[in-house]
């Protein structure tokens, strides 16, 4: 009888495990280390929930695209990724047009313009949320290494679409290998 009920405990006890019970119940757990090695790895917040490159993208770029180039005299800056796991493709995108990133300074994400730091984010059927000179938010570079192409940082920002409905993007980070 005692072995019985120590079989059936530990039946329970098997039933009972889920291979979900590692994952981490608060969302910031669930976003990629803030690492420096060019892993390749990002992921924010969206409006609290987890956001993270899913799913494949046939008809255009990568799911992930980084590039940092100095082009017609000009520092471009763009980080980009996608998720099409729910109904509508989703993206981010942070980008500078016209200025040189330092390892260790943050940037301001503005309205999209020459000499700027912005961003944006998309649904495929909803209006491109933006930053703007009132919905704002920052990129911070913690590492920029033109030797080996990794540029990595943290990034927060507010975006507004054209009816003024805001979302907010927090926690983001990222570490990737850059294409010169």
């Known amino acids: 009888m005692k072995q019985l009920i ?8 098997i039933i009972c495990c889920s291979k ?3 994952t981490p119940s608060n969302p910031v757990d669930q976003l990629p280390p803030a690492t420096q090695v060019g892993a390749n790895k990002v992921g924010c917040l969206v409006n609290g929930e ?5 799913g494949s993208n046939p008809l255009g770029p990568p799911l992930i695209t980084c590039f940092y180039q100095y082009v017609n005299n000009t520092w471009n800056f763009s980080l980009g990724y996608s998720n099409n796991q729910q109904t509508n493709l989703r993206a981010i995108n942070i980008a500078s047009k016209g200025v040189e990133l330092q390892q260790g300074q ?5 309205l999209q313009s020459n000499n700027s730091c912005y961003a944006s984010y998309g649904i495929s059927t909803i209006p491109q949320y933006s930053t703007n000179n009132n919905n704002v938010g920052q990129l911070k570079i913690t590492k920029l290494d033109h030797v080996n192409n990794i540029i990595s940082g943290t990034f927060w920002f507010d975006a507004v679409n054209g009816n003024g409905v805001k979302v907010e993007i927090r926690e983001g980070r990222f570490d990737m290998q850059y294409s010169p």
Not at 6 to 13: E, G, H, I, P, V
Not at 50 to 54: A, D, E, G, S, Y
């Open 6 to 13: 120590l079989t059936l405990l530990a039946s329970f006890t």
């Open 20 to 22: 979900d019970d590692d």
């Open 50 to 54: 987890v956001f993270l490159p899913k």
């Open 106 to 110: 943050t940037y301001p994400l503005v």
